[in-house]
């Protein structure tokens, strides 16, 4: 990662539950644009990792900053997808995805162009005017994915948002995914369970220890797009991060 400009800098960061130690001073840069995967054990502190990046927890001890400020909600534009898809069942998709631009502000005549960039990238054009109630859970999650990059974040924080799909329609996704980032060269942390899914995804890995939870190891994942599951490289890397995740 030589060479890259850092975007967020996480300091001996800590953050417990009284007793409980979750993030144990955790220390790591992101880089701008990057597309970064986080695995670790169950229960090891990813999904407080978010919170605590969003701003729903407070920090315990440490230091999360972006472009050499502490986050500020109200400064820099910080996009969270959870693991259930969450649509607005009464509006239509293209109202769905143009709400974070209203709530922005943003005049009519952008929203329409980003709004239909957006909808044209995630290969949902011809579904903008179905609701929630006519579209299937891969669609719904591809919605959220529009919502979520037509605000243009300077973050985007995904935790496990494609766990409930099935294979094949997860891998569609995923492609679209890889699509809209390239496209708009977000920066995007992406939480996972499936080891096959960070190699095919992200171009750097952290693998997380048990809790009081640290970085056990970064890999690189340094394969152009789109990724062939069976080259040998990819294997190399899924397997190398396996060994490293069987000693959790
Ligand atoms: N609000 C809370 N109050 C107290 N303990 C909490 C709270 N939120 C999470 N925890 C505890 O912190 C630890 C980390 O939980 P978290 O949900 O962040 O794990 P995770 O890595 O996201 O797990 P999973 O892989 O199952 O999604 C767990 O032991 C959990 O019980
Ligand atoms: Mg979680």
Redesign the pocket.
């Known amino acids: 990662m030589a060479g890259r400009k850092v975007k967020i800098e996480v300091r001996n960061l800590s953050k417990h539950?009284?007793d409980?130690i979750?993030l144990h001073q955790m220390d790591f840069d992101i880089y701008e644009g990057e597309f970064l995967c986080v695995v670790?054990?169950?229960?090891?502190?990813?999904?407080?990792?978010?919170?605590v990046v969003t701003g729903l927890?407070p920090i315990t001890e440490g230091s999360i900053t972006m472009g050499g400020e502490k986050i500020d909600f109200k400064k820099h534009n910080v996009s969270f997808v959870f693991q259930e898809p969450s649509c607005i069942p009464w509006r239509t998709i293209w109202d769905d995805v143009k709400i974070g631009l209203e709530i922005r502000k943003v005049p009519k005549k952008e929203i329409n162009e980003r709004v239909s960039a957006i909808l044209d990238l995630t290969g949902l054009t011809e579904f903008k005017d179905f609701y929630p109630s006519q579209i299937s859970a891969g669609m719904k999650q591809r919605v959220v994915i529009a919502r979520s990059f037509v605000t243009e974040p300077d973050l985007l924080l995904m935790?496990?948002p494609f766990g409930q799909l099935d294979s094949s329609t997860r891998f569609y996704i995923e492609n679209q995914l890889i699509k809209v980032w390239q496209k708009t060269k977000r920066t995007i942390i992406f939480?996972t369970?499936n080891l096959e899914e960070a190699v095919y995804l992200s171009e750097r890995i952290l693998v997380?220890t048990q809790?009081p939870?640290g970085i056990k190891e970064e890999v690189i994942v340094d394969l152009p797009h789109p990724r062939d599951i069976t080259d040998r490289e990819f294997v190399k890397i899924r397997n190398r991060v396996t060994d490293l995740v069987k000693w959790w």
């Open positions: 539950f009284d409980l979750v670790g054990p169950t229960g090891c502190g990813k999904t407080t990792f978010c919170n927890l935790d496990e939480v369970h997380c809790k939870t």
